[in-house]
């Protein structure tokens, strides 16, 4: 685990849009391609504008994945995590090798095993995420399913995580939040060969804190990062707060 603490989310996206790139520009001059997963949310603004704005990528041999998606939101939605991606990441680069949304209109188990067996064929080098106020890793929210192998999962959404996306201004109410939506796994997250996570505000500091320190339990989904080989957290000032010099330079 590498953890780097900058002042504000812009210094957070330009260093983890650019070590991102870095992943994907490697991962095609090793092997001609690179399967990559995008995270979406407040958290990932600065970052895939950083990472739009790279040189010296070749997108026609990149496959995206994406994270999670409400079930039964229109993709016309303000909140649609497709939306997001499409406007604010796939309009603005050229075309890539293969796209893979989550359509969470359509038949949600159907969906959930046709992106099963799609990643399943992509491994994934370089997976952007962020970290909830519940510590929720994508929309596997407290307590998380560390075992099971399955890629996908429909998944309930506790009050937290849906007032969360209320508070950041997505929804009206909380009555409008959807209360199930589709989300990659934990394990599935895991497999991919370098994780960069980005986290910024104050209201994450519990989340980071815990995901930080705590020993892993599903009851803090976002720790069992703590485990991977290869994460990178990426945190502003605020974020961070919580931790101690001593856990910092221990990082």
Known sequence: ????????????????GAVCAD?????ISEKGYANIILATGTSQFETLNQLIAEEGIDWS?????????YIGLSVTHPASFRKYLMERFLAKVPALAKVFLINGETDAEEEIEKLGLAIAQHPIDVALVGIGENGHLAFN??????????????VNLDEPCRNQQMNEGWFPNLESVPTQAI???????????????????????????????QEISN?????????????????????????????????
């Open 1 to 16: 685990m590498k953890l780097t603490v900058v002042e504000n989310d812009k210094e957070i996206g330009k260093l983890s």
């Open 23 to 27: 992943s994907i520009r490697r991962a």
């Open 61 to 69: 041999k990149v496959t995206m994945f994406h994270l999670d998606e």
């Open 141 to 154: 929210d407290p307590p998380a399913d560390f075992e099971t192998e399955k890629p996908y999962l429909i």
């Open 183 to 213: 989300s990659m796994s934990v394990r599935q997250i895991m497999k991919s060969k370098h994780i960069i996570c980005s986290v910024q505000d104050e209201r994450k500091a519990v989340a980071v804190k815990n995901s930080l320190t």
């Open 219 to 251: 009851l803090f989904p976002a720790s069992i990062l703590q485990n991977h080989p290869n994460c990178q957290f990426f945190l502003d000032k605020n974020s961070s707060k919580l931790l101690s010099l001593d856990e910092l330079l221990q990082s």
